[in-house]
């Protein structure tokens, strides 16, 4: 079945330093790949996402570009800032009735 | 002007109780679903619903009834609690292979 693998945390950063958290996905054919975030007593967002392979998702200064050779979609943003602290979801969906999630990466970051 | 909704938010509650969550959503989607969130932080997938019908069923114990009256909402209700139905129950909506819309979670302790 499909399944979606992302680093594990929690990850401590302090503020403007590089993020990385990755995510790789197992799946038969090319899903569409988000990613969420959910803050501190919320529901999950959409952060978010690329549809097919090689494309870039981006928002809020966060990038992550669908590989399909490496099956990846690993999240980044340059410089991280204290709001960001939040936990990460990678997720996959073929059709509508099941996204596949990640475990989630829980981000602090430190002033 | 929100999304899919809740109620209620926090709900406490003794071990045998019958409870009910309540969703709806204003988007127009084909597509409910019910999670539940551990206290790590997974996400599970527990029920899916199109357009009223029942298309996920996952392994949830049959304590659990989802029960969706039109395509705007539905509903969870549980019979005879237990402690470890204690988590975070969050309603969600998509159409097709659009990001999921989440609601901002029921937070159900069960004493």
């Known amino acids: 079945g499909d399944s979606v693998t992302q680093m594990e945390g929690p990850v401590t950063l302090s503020e403007e330093a590089f993020l990385t958290i990755n995510c790789t996905y197992t799946a038969t054919g090319y899903p569409s790949l988000f990613w969420y975030v959910q803050y501190p007593g919320e529901g999950l967002q959409l952060l978010l996402k690329a549809t097919k392979a090689d494309d870039k998702g981006s928002n809020k200064g966060f990038e992550a570009t669908y590989r399909k050779e490496t099956t990846s979609f690993h999240l980044e943003k340059g410089s991280v800032q204290v709001s960001d602290s939040a936990v990460y979801f990678c997720?996959?969906?073929?059709?509508?009735?099941?996204?596949?999630f990640g475990d989630g990466t829980t981000l602090t970051v430190k002033p | 002007d929100t999304a899919v909704s809740q109620t209620p938010k926090y709900l406490v509650t003794q071990m045998g109780n019958d409870k009910s969550i309540k969703c709806e959503q204003n988007?127009?989607?084909?597509?409910m679903y019910w999670y539940k969130q551990d206290s790590k932080k997974f996400l599970k997938i527990m029920f899916s619903y199109n357009n009223k019908e029942l298309i996920i069923n996952e392994t949830v114990p049959n304590r659990f009834s989802p029960k969706s009256p039109d395509k705007a909402h539905l509903n969870l209700h549980i019979n005879s609690l237990e402690l470890g139905d204690s988590a975070v129950y969050f309603c969600?909506?998509?159409?097709?292979?659009?990001?999921?819309?989440f609601g901002n979670g029921t937070r159900l302790t069960v004493t």
């Open positions: 969600a909506s998509s159409q097709d292979v659009s990001p999921l819309h």
């Open positions: 997720a996959l969906t073929f059709n509508a009735g099941k996204s596949t």
């Open positions: 988007l127009g989607h084909d597509t």
